[in-house]
């Protein structure tokens, strides 16, 4: 094959197939016009070397067929590479926070065991950052591919930016100092914390539920970790936990349900209120998280405790709420028995704490939904 023809072969690769032949049949025509201009210069046909070199002149194949490709010319644009990197920047901030609490649980639970808690930590956070960044990279791909314009990006306002502060160390340092001005400065009445005003109660609620669902969520499929959590420490040395069977049943359910809780918050966020909308949404989800504490309920075994060679259910049901199983927990040993009694106990009682808040909600939701005037 010639090779201006595999040179044309590489290009056409590259092209629409719509307009392939008509780009291909002009890149030829100009290659072979430089082709026979350069022969008439010289007065001889030319080499493939005299060739290539005039191929090098014009590009290389895939920068060729990016001058006649449609649509965007980057995965990010130059409109949309700012945000993008902010977001990055919050991101990570988020992610490095969140690792370092749970190398600090780590290290105030089991001193001794600093070193992997600290590789623990660093994993934990190139794995959530690589994830973090590979899906604002999708999605910034996206929409310039589909130049998709959401109104945070169009219809901006100045009384929003106060959240760009959060960026600011030097007011964090301020703030963190207690000063009453310092505050003022860093956020200031009326400031708007990503869109959400600072006394907007709901709006505050909803916005601090989206963030911490997001880090559950992460937790939950693995991309962050919480060195130590799955491990209790007693006089006879380190115990582990080991989670019951019920819990991987439930993995699916729980994670639509965290997931689900935070698409509410974020239309909340979206339509700048609760409403009607945001009510009618969470009444399912409720009924939901009261059927994942129900499916609990019925299991009754939770985690199993091993110490060596002995183990330990931590079990709870119905029957450990009462006051006397609340007095049991102060005459339970110190052992893998007591310790799986009292978390067992005070499990039961946080989950029936969780199912009676619960159907209150339900109760209230439709309360309001009933009362509320149209929205």
Known sequence: MDIIERYLEAVAAQLPTDDREDIVAELRDLILSRVEAREEELGRALTDEEKEAILHEIGHPLIVAARYRKGPDSLIGPELFPYWLFGAKAGLTLIAAVQALGLLIHVLGAPADVGRAIGQAFHGFFSGALTLLGALTLAGAVMEHFNIKPTWLTKWRVRDLSAFGLADPAKWGASLAGSEKAKAEWLPKGARVWGVAVNDKPGVEALVSLIV??????????????????????????????????????????????????????????????????????????????????RLFEAGWWFTLTQGDATARVEGGAAQISLQALRAINEAGRDLGGTALTLGTVLTWVFAIMAISFAVNIVGYMWRIATAKAC
């Open 213 to 294: 669902a997001g880090v559950f969520v992460m937790w939950w499929i693995g991309v962050i970790s919480f060195p130590g959590l799955g491990a209790v420490h007693l006089r006879g040395g380190a115990v582990g936990m080991e989670p019951a069977p019920v819990w991987a049943a439930l993995y699916g359910p729980i994670l639509a349900l965290a997931v689900g809780g935070m698409a509410v918050d974020a239309i909340t966020l979206i339509r700048g209120r609760e409403g009607r909308l945001g009510w009618f949404l969470k009444i399912p989800l409720a009924g939901a998280a009261l059927w994942v504490l129900w």
